[in-house]
């Protein structure tokens, strides 16, 4: 077998797909047979150099760039699931979870779902009649397809424009325009109202009135009416989507529109190419970018994950959501960095520590224990309770990327990226952690076994 490349076979079937060709289209173009790519795409052969080179040509990315593979995902969540207790007494070592990573990637992510499966059948059912699926199998699923996708949708992204292109003409700003259009395309008229907590949006009046609950920020309405708006607008892309993934059917259909609903409001406020600039000439100054497209801090965040159309893409960033008690709600990451499946982030990460400072933008440059190092941003926001008594909700939004990346950032100014010292020691989990000298272990690493030294206590009953 010619050249001895990497396995970049995901890489390249996602940005075929986002170019909408097929794989005997792609091999012409490449001067191969179809049934080479296809080998390639599911990592049966491995690419030559010049074929390396000739396909990121093509899609107009760096060889470097196309030759990074998600092995490492898939290795960190690998080394997760062998991290629980039902492994204890297993002598896997992590060079053995990589290399079933790199070699085996389709067992590895059926593991996956199987130890998936097993951790829904351990949480109680709350219904009787819940489906066997159960929601946080979908919610994984559904996060697994982001990712898979690199969190780019060529399609969407077209009927963003597309819907962009009849709001403006409508009126002069983008929401009275965005009004209009429902009005004028869809009978629809928008109206601020009292609604029942917990619920933003609703159909009235025989679906003629979009009710929006009148306690909103302005950005959470303008970007619940621009979800209904792509709702309507893109149900046929949207289920397109839905159709071609292999996410479980029924089940996630719901969910899946909803975030890709979601991901088109996001386009139709912060449209492709003026983001993307914004992004480059402010250097990712996310609360200015903000007042620009009147988005909250959360959506120019996300917004800034989808940059992914090859020949003008941002900087891979990693995305993630926490509650005050540790539960991650939003995860994605391009930068490398691993977030936990299934558990919550290290208590090092500035994801929680920015819950101290509230509204602030906590800074940290992290280095995880195989040496890579991240730079990351995070602030807590608190969210709701805009009536008497009203429930609030506190949260906390991460972003960042690889250390290499960093001095795109207006965040990185002043800070010493290359200081040994300055890098905060994170890890993905306390059980997968080597880390055994840190005195902030909640659990004790897989393999360790407690010393039976009465002479001795340590700060941590877990360290050592």
């Not at 325009?177 to 629809?188: E, P, S």
């Not at 619940?224 to 259909?253: F, G, K, N, R, Y």
């Not at 007042?291 to 020949?311: D, I, K, N, W, Y």
């Not at 290499?404 to 965040?411: G, L, P, R, W």
């Amino acid at each position: 077998m010619a050249g001895a490349g990497p396995q970049i076979g995901g890489r390249i079937k996602r940005l075929r797909r986002q170019k909408g060709l097929s794989q005997a289209q792609l091999a012409e173009t490449l001067e191969i047979s179809a049934s080479y790519l296809n080998l390639i795409e599911h990592n049966r052969r491995r690419i030559t150099v010049p074929l390396l080179f000739r396909v990121a040509g093509y899609f107009g990315v760096e060889p470097g760039e196309l030759a990074e593979s998600d092995d490492g995902r898939l290795a960190g969540d690998l080394m997760e699931l062998f991290g629980d207790d039902i492994f204890a007494d297993s002598d896997l070592t992590n060079q053995d979870i990589r290399d079933l990573a790199a070699n085996h990637p389709a067992v590895g992510r059926a593991v996956l779902k199987l130890f998936d499966q097993l951790k829904q059948f351990q949480r109680p059912q709350a219904h009787a009649d819940a489906p066997q699926s159960g929601y946080n199998l979908v919610t994984e699923a559904v996060s697994d397809f982001l990712q898979g996708e690199a969190n780019y949708f060529p399609t969407l992204e077209a009927a963003a424009a597309r819907v962009r292109a009849d709001v403006d003409t409508a009126a002069e700003s983008f929401e009275q325009g965005l009004r209009t259009y429902l009005f004028n395309v869809f009978g629809i008229e928008v109206r601020l109202v009292s609604l029942p907590t917990g619920v933003v949006r609703r159909m009235e009046d025989g679906g003629r009135v979009l009710a929006i609950a009148d306690i909103l920020e302005p950005e959470s309405a303008l970007f619940v009416m621009a979800q209904q708006a792509a709702l309507l607008s893109a149900e046929t892309e949207i289920m397109a989507l839905i159709d071609q993934s292999t996410l479980p059917q029924p089940d996630s259909v719901g969910l899946a529109r909803n975030v890709l609903a979601s991901y088109l409001a996001a386009a139709l406020i912060m449209p492709y190419e003026p983001f993307f600039t914004a992004c480059r000439d402010t250097r990712y100054d996310i609360e200015r970018i903000g007042r620009r497209f009147r988005a909250s801090f959360e959506q120019v965040c996300h917004r800034m994950t989808t940059l992914q159309r090859p020949g003008m893409s941002g900087i891979p960033l990693h995305l993630v959501r926490t509650d005050i008690a540790g539960n991650i709600s939003k995860r994605f990451s391009l930068s490398g960095i691993h977030i936990p499946r299934h558990s919550g982030a290290c208590p090092r990460w500035n994801v929680y520590a920015a819950f101290l400072n509230p509204g602030q933008i906590n800074v940290q440059v992290s280095q995880m224990p195989d040496g890579q190092r991240y730079f990351c941003i995070a602030r807590a926001e608190t969210k709701g309770g805009h009536a008497y008594n009203a429930p609030k909700r506190h949260l906390s939004i991460g972003l960042g990327c690889s250390v290499a990346h960093a001095d795109k950032m207006i965040y990185a100014d002043g800070i010493d990226l290359n200081a040994p010292a300055g890098a905060v020691p994170i890890g993905v989990g306390c059980r997968i952690c080597p880390r055994r000298e840190c005195g902030q272990r909640a659990h004790p690493a897989a393999d360790h076994r407690f010393p039976a030294d009465d002479g001795q206590r340590m700060e941590n009953l877990y360290m050592g």
